[in-house]
């Protein structure tokens, strides 16, 4: 191979992407390393962007039509045979409607199946309440042996897919529709399990996760104006947690505010929770959408509707400070 | 390595099923519950795919080239551990501890736990998506092994069954054999009661599967039946095995009570006794 352009850099600044649109690039490249790489698909293979792994390898891509439950079990298969699936689909879809295919044929098994829903959160946008996944982490994150990761742009989620296919297990990753702004530094590279802290504040810090990282630091921004020190944590891994980076975190302020484009139910909110409740109690506040199903709009009227920005971290810091 | 024994012989096979029927008796009632009736009604199947039918050694449970068995009818556990065991997969005597909180032989079969099993089963509907995944790597790697998956008639009112029908004939899938135990019983009573699956044949027709009808308690059938399976190409085979719940013991066939109920001593005395 000769030198490789990344395609999310532009004359040496990078620019937004939607994560979904990485996982397309990433999966491509993967497809090219890897021989033992499978794609499946549930009709979705345009809006999931498993179509160009498609288009390049069709002897190794499977659509399976609209039916996630098959879908799952067929990767499941497919990983008993050897192979490494990605399996994809909408976020409610594949997490809900197969729930069960997951924690009987993928988890109880400890199958080695990737999977990888796109269309994630509030931000799908005008497609409304039924195809915004806003429970998907915690419906994850209770499976036994499960690995949960929520990559939080386009660099990160290609280093996400190249490491998920390393490792030997069942991963679901959280990919969104909408366009994210390139916020990991160039020397980042993703470790499973790892949270990233890119400052860690005296007065408070957020742990975020997906769209809500890039959020997080613009409100961080916004506090720092006012002199007030907040750290921010990429805590891309939601299970298993980084527990280490977490209590370490919660030792240096008072205060830890937690973001994510998924109900304050469940999610990376609850699994902060449920270690600081047990280690080292602290003052926790979850930004998240607050148990209600979401709506059609513009992914950035809804991200304001449900509270998911940089202002209402702001606020809530002030106001539990 | 030497592969598993071979059993060619419909007697033979019919002896060696009473065997496996005995050993089924004996550890459900060691066990005081599970599930007999539909153990029972498969077993002649069972004992046709791993004494005749099925390339497999069970001294290298995970050789690349055997053949593989998936029990979508999970709750028929004691069938499957009773032929692995006979098999030579693991010693008779761990059969006694089935269910038992320290034992690998779950309720329901668990891979994690026990060599032999492919993988997890339990929850109806999931095991013929899972054949299909496995069929399509093994074309893709150019192997001949072909993979069975065994699922009951009352599962077949589980929907994902048919998306798996539509898949592997979509793929043309014809390493794959379904096998249905067709013993027209359910936990609440006659399947053409609970939720009607005829005709069952005609389904699977309809979902472009080459379909055998047959006496799943006679041995030269069944073994008719997956030998021609092997023959037919471009598309997945089924075999509707017609059978009888609890077969082999005479007051346990035909009774939808038996098929969550283990015997009682009593009863497992005059079962084994009729299966002698």
Redesign the interface.
């Known amino acids: 191979m000769g030198e490789r352009k990344d395609p999310h850099v532009s004359e040496g600044k990078p620019k937004a992407v939607a994560t979904r649109d990485a996982y397309g690039s990433a999966l491509l490249e993967l497809g090219g390393k890897r021989e033992d790489v499978v794609v499946l698909d549930a009709d979705l293979s345009g809006s999931t962007k498993t179509a160009k792994f498609a288009k390049t390898f069709p002897e190794r891509f499977f659509n399976i039509g609209i039916s996630e439950q098959d879908l799952v079990g067929t990767a499941g298969g497919l990983s008993l045979a050897g192979k490494v699936p990605f399996a994809s689909t909408f976020a409610i879809f594949e997490t809900g409607r197969a729930w069960e295919q997951i924690r009987q044929s993928v988890c109880y098994s400890h199958l080695n199946v990737k999977l990888v829903a796109t269309h994630s959160g509030i931000t799908v946008g005008e497609d409304g309440a039924s195809h915004q996944a806003l429970m998907d982490v915690a419906l994850m994150r209770v499976l036994p042996g499960m690995t949960v990761i929520v990559p939080a742009d386009g660099t990160e989620t290609g280093q996400v897919i190249h490491a998920v296919a390393e490792y030997d297990g069942p991963v679901y990753v959280r990919l969104g529709r909408a366009k994210v702004p390139a916020i990991m530094p160039e020397d980042y590279r993703f470790r499973m399990g790892r949270g990233y802290t890119f400052h860690r504040g005296k007065d408070a810090n957020i742990i975020a996760a997906g769209i809500m990282v890039s959020v997080a630091l613009e409100a961080q921004q916004q506090l720092k104006a006012e002199g007030l020190d907040v750290g921010v944590v990429n805590m891309s891994t939601i299970k298993p947690l980084d527990e280490e980076t977490l209590l370490r975190t919660a030792e240096a302020s008072r205060l830890i505010v937690t973001a994510e484009e998924h109900s304050i139910l469940g999610g990376l909110g609850s699994a902060v929770c449920e270690v600081l409740a047990d280690a080292h109690p602290a003052i926790v506040k979850r930004i998240g959408v607050r148990d209600t199903f979401g709506r059609s709009g513009k992914p950035d009227e809804l991200m304001k509707l449900y509270g998911l920005t940089a202002e209402e971290i702001v606020k809530t810091v002030k106001t539990y400070l | 390595m030497k592969a598993a024994t071979v059993v060619k012989n419909a007697g033979a096979l019919s002896l060696r099923a009473k065997e496996v029927r005995r050993e089924i008796i004996r550890m459900l009632t060691e066990a005081e519950s599970g599930h007999t009736g539909g153990s029972l009604s498969a077993a002649d199947i069972v004992t046709v795919l791993y004494f005749y039918k099925m390339r497999h050694r069970p001294e290298d449970p995970l050789w690349k080239e055997r053949d593989?068995f998936i029990l979508s009818k999970g709750h028929a556990a004691p069938l499957l551990y009773a032929v692995l065991a006979l098999s030579g997969y693991f010693d008779r005597t761990l059969l006694r501890t089935l269910r038992k909180v320290d034992s690998v032989l779950q309720g329901h079969p668990?891979?994690?736990m026990l060599q032999g099993i492919?993988?997890?089963?339990?929850?109806l509907?999931?095991g013929?998506?899972?054949?299909?995944?496995?069929?399509?790597?093994?074309r893709?790697?150019g192997l001949d092994s072909r993979v069975y998956c065994l699922l009951g008639d009352g599962e077949l009112q589980e929907?994902?069954v048919w998306?798996?029908a539509?898949?592997a004939a979509?793929?043309c899938l014809d390493n794959l054999c379904a096998i249905v135990d067709n013993n027209g019983l359910q936990i609440d009573g006659f399947c053409c009661d609970v939720m009607k699956i005829e005709p069952v044949t005609d389904k699977w027709k309809a979902f472009g599967w080459n379909v055998f009808d047959i006496d799943g308690h006679d041995m030269e059938q069944i073994i008719a039946a997956l030998d021609e399976a092997e023959r037919v190409k471009g598309k997945p085979s089924v075999i509707v095995a017609r059978t009888v719940k609890g077969k082999g013991v005479s007051f346990f066939e035909g009774k939808a009570e038996y098929h969550g109920m283990a015997p009682t001593k009593e009863e497992e005395e005059k079962a084994l006794k009729e299966l002698a």
Do not use: F, P
């Not at chain 2, 492919?118 to 929850?123: F, N």
């Not at chain 2, 013929?128 to 093994?138: E, P, R, Y």
């Open positions: 593989r668990s891979s994690k492919e993988v997890s089963t339990g929850s509907g999931q013929l998506s899972i054949a299909n995944g496995v069929a399509l790597g093994l893709m790697d929907g994902q998306e798996a539509m898949t979509h793929y």
